[in-house]
């Protein structure tokens, strides 16, 4: 059963010579995959494309059997709830806490209150921050930051996590709890990942496609 299908696909920004031009590949259902690229191969631009912040300017790309080659609006609200997103630089609300932060998705796909706060403590306690569940994202450190933004992104059980350098600035410890979070997120709730990064992790005993972006040719190969 394949998550993402992408055909001949070409990124890129208006006016400018496209990112990425004819990537060919298929990311099945609970593949673990690292995308790797140099800064400014398109690593990030990839990942927008998936979850439809940017329209291909040619080819095929469905996610999540979503077509976001022509896309609208109704599509996109219906890909969002299917996938949870971690940003290279976190995107937390400032203005809440971080238990109404990891709250948010499910609240979004109406999850009830009882389950909302089941949850919330479940994640808390994974990302060993039960004491920091009334504190704001600036209160806490970057590593931090991350580890919310992870639980954020698993709360609602999607179906494909789409990761930015999730790693970037962290240390060992926050790094590592990352790892073993998506790696369980993969083996036990069945999650397809799709981290980029600009190299893939030593450390993890994640068994992972690897696909990287060949800055020569600008387009996407599977590394094996
Ligand atoms: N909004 C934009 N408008 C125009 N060009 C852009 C835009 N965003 C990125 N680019 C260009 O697209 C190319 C790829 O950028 P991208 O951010 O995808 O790289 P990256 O691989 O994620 O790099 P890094 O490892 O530094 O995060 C770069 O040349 C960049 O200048
Ligand atoms: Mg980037």
New binding site residues.
């Given amino acids: 059963m394949s998550i993402i299908k992408a055909n001949n696909l070409v990124l890129g920004?208006q006016r400018?010579e496209p990112?990425i031009v004819n990537a060919t590949f298929e990311i099945k259902h609970k593949d673990f995959v690292f995308v790797s690229?140099p800064?400014?191969?398109?690593?990030?631009?990839l990942l927008s494309s998936l979850y439809g912040a940017l329209t291909p300017m040619s080819g095929n790309l469905s996610v999540c059997d979503i077509s976001l080659s022509k896309h609208n609006a109704r599509h996109i609200n219906r890909l969002r709830t299917r996938i949870g997103i971690v940003f290279?630089d976190y995107k937390l609300i400032e203005e809440w806490n971080v238990e109404q932060n990891i709250a948010l998705p499910m609240q979004i796909n109406g999850y009830k209150k009882d389950a909302i706060a089941a949850q919330v403590e479940k994640l808390l306690s994974h990302i060993g921050l039960l004491h920091k569940a009334n504190k704001h994202p600036l209160e806490l450190s970057g590593g931090e930051q991350q580890r919310v933004a992870m639980a954020r992104a698993i709360a609602h059980r999607p179906a494909l996590i789409l990761a930015d350098?999730p790693t970037g600035n962290l240390d060992d410890f926050s790094s590592d709890m990352i790892w073993s979070l998506l790696k369980s997120a993969n083996e036990q709730l069945d999650m397809t990942i799709v981290v980029v990064t600009?190299r893939v992790p030593m450390r993890t005993n994640i068994s992972y496609r690897h696909l990287f972006i060949d800055r020569e040719r600008n387009t996407i190969y599977e590394q094996h």
């Fill in positions: 920004y400018e990112v690229g800064s400014g191969s398109g690593k990030s631009t290279q350098e600009h």
